[in-house]
């Protein structure tokens, strides 16, 4: 991420830190770690910088609240970077005042000495609130830093980018946007108006977990003179395997909606037929171990009864459901089918690892349990969950 981001500021361009499908939280601490001196490349930044971060969430901003940096190191990193530049030839016109947190920590050596504070303590951070930016509670330093240059932070943290926030963001020294899971249409065409509107001279980085969140940015042109770095080591390809069972899966279906499409979605009895036909439509179907009738199946049952003997011609309607659901319950090619491949599934399983089992319930896997031993004859260690 370091070589990516000493791109971006040494060559004045957007550069896109790609991750190799992982999701990197700490990427707003980025520009805080290079103002305060722990990344190496402070030299590339104005003394007083006004970077901004673009995040869209609020954990990012309790990021910024952990207790990461060491005072009296901070000091010694900053006063050696004044020192630095004042010996340039010839000197630049930049301002080398020490910061405001500097002059209040200097009035007061030995109190906050070797304290470790949050980034929000040593750079003021703002956040939009709807028509400027407003200035966040600043830990610690906040009653001390009274007077000198102010380094700051312009954080968007929720809802849509304005025309006026992206103005303001468009011209800060150093600026982070983090899209890695950023959703939303209207969102990426804020983004894509903010780096559009940015001087293609400022140094911006752009971070995504992987390339899908560069699909609508790509789409409009707006990365095609940027720099991509990849970042993490790519996932290593996962082994699967399909085994397939219910082949008449959809022909099924198509029965079940003839059978119970009489049924209304207005009237809260229909919905609640509905409803209970449906899941015990499901355990029959999914059912390998045949011990004993499935509970939906007993609770349609009761309701049908219920039903034959409040309105006889609503339940004469539903007899074909009735019998088709009957009718999967006593299938035993379908059971038969399911239970094999569950067997020869977990028997088969490639590796040296234990194997997880879930079941509905302990009667389950006693009914079907073979000789638990892989292929090669070696036992097997298994975890049954129910």
């Not at 030995?110 to 304290?115: A, I, P, V």
């Not at 951070?125 to 028509?131: F, H, N, P, R």
Request: proline share 5%; aromatic share 6%.
């Amino acid at each position: 991420m370091l070589t990516g981001t000493r791109a971006a500021l040494e060559g004045g361009r957007l550069v896109v830190i790609v991750g190799s499908w992982q999701t990197t939280r700490a990427g707003v601490l980025l520009p805080f770690h290079i103002y305060l001196g722990c990344a190496g490349l402070h030299h590339l930044l104005p003394l007083h910088p006004q970077v901004g971060v673009v995040c869209f969430r609020p954990t990012d901003l309790r990021i910024l609240d952990l207790p990461l940096y060491n005072t009296t190191a901070t000091l010694d990193v900053r006063r050696s970077e004044r020192v630095r530049r004042a010996s340039l030839a010839p000197r630049s016109a930049e301002v080398l005042t020490p910061s405001d947190w500097e002059q209040g920590l200097n009035r007061r050596p030995g109190r906050f000495r070797d304290l470790a504070l949050p980034a929000s303590s040593f750079v003021q951070v703002s956040s939009w609130t709807g028509a400027s930016f407003g200035r966040r509670r600043r830990p610690v330093f906040g009653r001390i830093a009274r007077s000198g240059p102010e380094p700051s932070c312009l954080v968007h943290a929720r809802g849509e980018i304005t025309r006026e926030e992206e103005v303001e963001l468009s011209t800060v020294d150093f600026l982070l946007v983090d899209i890695q899971g950023l959703r939303g249409s209207s969102r990426f065409e804020a983004v894509a108006r903010l780096l559009n509107r940015r001087s293609t001279e400022r140094p911006t980085v752009l971070m995504a977990s992987g390339p899908c969140d560069l699909v609508s940015l790509a789409e409009g042109g707006t990365l095609d003179q940027a720099l991509f770095c990849q970042v993490g080591r790519p996932l290593s390809p996962i082994a699967t395997e399909i085994r397939l069972v219910g082949r008449d899966r959809l022909e099924a279906e198509r029965k079940f909606e003839f059978a119970f499409g009489g049924l209304k979605d207005g009237d809260p009895t229909d919905v609640k037929l509905l409803s209970l036909a449906k899941s015990a439509w499901w355990a029959c179907r999914q059912r390998f171990a045949g011990a004993e009738q499935e509970n939906e199946l007993r609770k349609f049952d009761a309701a049908f009864v219920g039903l034959e003997s409040e309105n006889p011609t609503k339940a004469n309607m539903l007899r074909l459901g009735k019998e088709l659901l009957d009718r999967h319950a006593r299938d035993e090619q379908l059971e038969t089918e399911r239970r094999g491949q569950v067997i020869e599934a977990t028997v088969s399983a490639h590796g040296a690892s234990g194997v997880l089992v879930l079941t509905r319930n302990w009667q389950q896997p006693t009914s079907f349990a073979p000789n638990w031993r892989r292929s090669d004859g070696a036992p097997r260690t298994f975890r049954l969950w129910a």
